[in-house]
T-cell receptor, first 110, second 113 residues
């Protein structure tokens, strides 16, 4: 079955870059995602990358995909206090199911 | 355009009680999903409905039933609640099963004592 792993916590200083890492096991994944969850809210899609790409940039967000190592990362440039949240990595390997990691809690300190 | 709405936001049940969690979407999406979120475990799929009139089991369906009432609404029922069902429940929808994005509701926090 699918298994998505990510570190549980990240503390970063305001203005620095944050890098959140994720590994997955299903080589047939078609899409890989980063979702953001703010306190008391549902998940919001931040960005996604198709499996035939190795990089995607969207304003302050950069996603890197190493398909050989099954490694996905999310870099947030110039991290702000509003970026404090839980970030979930997810993979989509069939039409119905997203497999989620446990989430990385990002804390931005002044 | 409210997106995905869920009721209630919070609920406390005693072991053995039953309840139904409601979910509705106003985006004319065909597919809807129920997930549970537990600390340190990410989200796990309970049931999904690829289209109106169909429902299928996900990873963790035991102890739950679902009804796709119409295209807009997808409810999750706990017939006899157990403490192991204490969790945060999220409903999501997508345009089609294969569409890349799922839109999530705000969640229902359920405690079973």
């Amino acid at each position: 079955g699918e298994d998505v792993e990510q570190s549980l916590f990240l503390s970063v200083r305001e203005g620095d870059s944050s890098v959140i890492n994720c590994t997955y096991t299903d080589s047939s994944s078609t899409y890989l995602y980063w979702y953001k969850q703010e306190p008391g809210a549902g998940l919001q899609l931040l960005t996604y990358i198709f499996s035939n790409m190795d990089m995607k940039q969207d304003q302050r967000l950069t996603v890197l995909l190493n398909k050989k190592d099954k490694h996905l990362s999310l870099r947030i440039a110039d991290t702000q206090t509003g970026d404090s949240a839980i970030y979930f990595c997810a993979e989509k390997s069939n039409d119905y199911k997203l497999s989620f990691g446990a989430g990385t809690t990002v804390t931005v300190r002044a | 355009n409210a997106g995905v709405t869920q009721t209630p936001k919070f609920q406390v049940l005693k072991t053995g009680q039953s309840m139904t969690l409601q979910c509705a979407q106003d985006m004319n999406h065909n597919s809807m999903y129920w997930y549970r979120q537990d600390p340190g475990m990410g989200l796990r799929l309970i049931y999904y409905s690829a289209s109106e009139g169909t429902t299928d089991k996900g990873e963790v369906p035991n102890g739950y039933n679902v009804s796709r009432l119409n295209k807009r609404e997808f409810s999750l029922r706990l017939e006899s609640a157990a403490p192991s069902q204490t969790s945060v429940y999220f409903c999501a929808s997508s345009e089609f099963p294969g569409t890349y994005e799922q839109y999530f509701g705000p969640g229902t926090r359920l405690t079973v004592t």
